[in-house]
């Protein structure tokens, strides 16, 4: 009977060896996205937000973060000299993991996506995408450019049920940096800062409004009809053509605070 035990002890090392071997191919390696175990890629959450039952608008559900810390995404778009239009993407809290998209979601990494007048585009993988006029025939044309972050799960990053989102308008990207005025704006406590003044621009000129909110609210523009939630803890962009002359108020609806008023000349 001991005479056995040796022979069991090889075959013993080498079950051992096969399950090490089967281990370590699992979900293709990915020891740094491997969703939780009995779980999908989709249902992992723990510290890397709550998934909800609502989507995109596009079938990807959103995963919800606290506004503290939670991605942000400014987007800018100008003509290429040759074809099309060169995209920036500027993020905060975020960073592009291209090599772990299908992998489960981490807090502040993914990728994102662009949609044109509300549908899909492209996946973007970076800072930059180059445009082309090609894709936009393709895809019915449009002038109304949205980007938004999602986790490499593909579920979207989300602040108060809303995606983490920048828009931008094609027709406003001819104007050169010089033909931009640019206004920053910051919400916290019930004040505005700066305090709300005038802020002059020639007829003609793109005006870029740039507000951050620490309480969910909406930001509106009178006299040009612009209007965009504005989520706690995100720096939201509006950008126009200054084509109509007078005095146009900007304020926030929920608060009814006024943030400053352009004077069109």
Not at 205 to 225: E, F, M, N
């Amino acid at each position: 009977m001991n005479r056995a035990r040796p022979a069991a002890r090889p075959a013993l090392a080498l079950l051992t060896a096969a399950v090490l071997v089967l281990g370590a191919g699992a979900c293709g390696g990915r020891a740094t996205t491997h969703h939780k175990p009995g779980t999908s890629h989709a249902e992992d959450t723990g510290s890397n937000g709550r998934l909800l039952k609502a989507d995109d608008g596009d079938g990807h559900r959103l995963r919800q973060v606290d506004a503290d810390g939670a991605p942000e995404v400014d987007l800018a778009v100008r003509p290429d000299s040759e074809d099309g239009w060169n995209v920036h993407l500027t993020v905060r809290h975020f960073r592009f993991t291209p090599d772990s998209v299908g992998g489960g979601a981490l807090a502040g990494r993914g990728h994102a996506r662009l949609f044109l007048d509300g549908h899909p585009l492209a996946r973007v993988y970076g800072a930059w995408f180059h445009l082309p006029a090609s894709l936009l025939r393709s895809a019915g044309g449009g002038t109304h450019l949205t980007a938004g972050l999602y986790a490499d799960d593909h579920t979207a990053w989300a602040v108060g049920s809303t995606p983490v989102r920048a828009a931008a308008t094609l027709g406003d990207a001819s104007a050169s940096p010089d033909d931009t005025t640019t206004v920053d704006i910051a919400i916290k406590d019930g004040k505005v800062s700066p305090a709300p003044g005038r802020t002059e621009i020639k007829k003609g000129r793109t005006v870029r409004l740039r507000v951050r909110s620490d309480r969910d609210d909406v930001l509106h523009v009178h006299g040009y009809d612009k209007e965009a939630k504005l989520p706690a803890g995100r720096t939201v962009t509006i950008t126009f053509t200054a084509d109509r002359t007078g005095l146009f108020e900007v304020e926030t609806h929920e608060s009814d605070l006024l943030l400053t008023q352009l004077v069109v000349r």
